[in-house]
């Protein structure tokens, strides 16, 4: 038989064990579940959801872009504070290629405070709005798109959303306005 003792120590060894495995068990069901939130929040964010092309821009204006006559696409990017001068010179020279009337509209979209204070800092206009504060949903698919070197192209009659390439050093302004120059004559079909 064994010793007294010995059993008050293998009970206690067995108590600290099923507290510990409670405990262990609790925290990996709480583990599962913050894993499973962060990753429906991923998923959520993951969507290029651009419904409308709208916002205010850096002055304060409200910027809400209804497609011209003739429209066919919006091209919505995402203007960073750290690459500003070059996103603009970028764009507007993409601007300044598209034939006339086009039917291809650009909208800026600033990703924070400071995008918003150098853009009027610069107080000379881009060839398009720049939108400082925009609903959170379009904003995000803007951002998403951007984290990929992509900009977004919002079809304003059937809202579908394409996403191309363009930070990328094989890419210039020239390659992205032939890109939009090609989307443009295929939607006119």
Known sequence: MAHPSRLWAEALLAVALAAL???LATRVAHEVRAAEVRQAIRAANGREALRAVGGVDPWGRLVHEIPPAGAVRFVAF???AQSI???LQFWNRVASLLPPGRGVRIVAYCDGALCDAKVRARGEPAAFPVIAFADAVDGQAVINADE???FLLLDPNTHAVEKRFWRRDSVGPRAVARTLGE???IASK
């Open 21 to 23: 495995g409670a405990k």
């Open 78 to 80: 995402l203007l960073r």
């Open 85 to 87: 001068e070059s996103d």
């Open 148 to 150: 990929d070197g992509q």
């Open 183 to 185: 989307v443009r004559k």
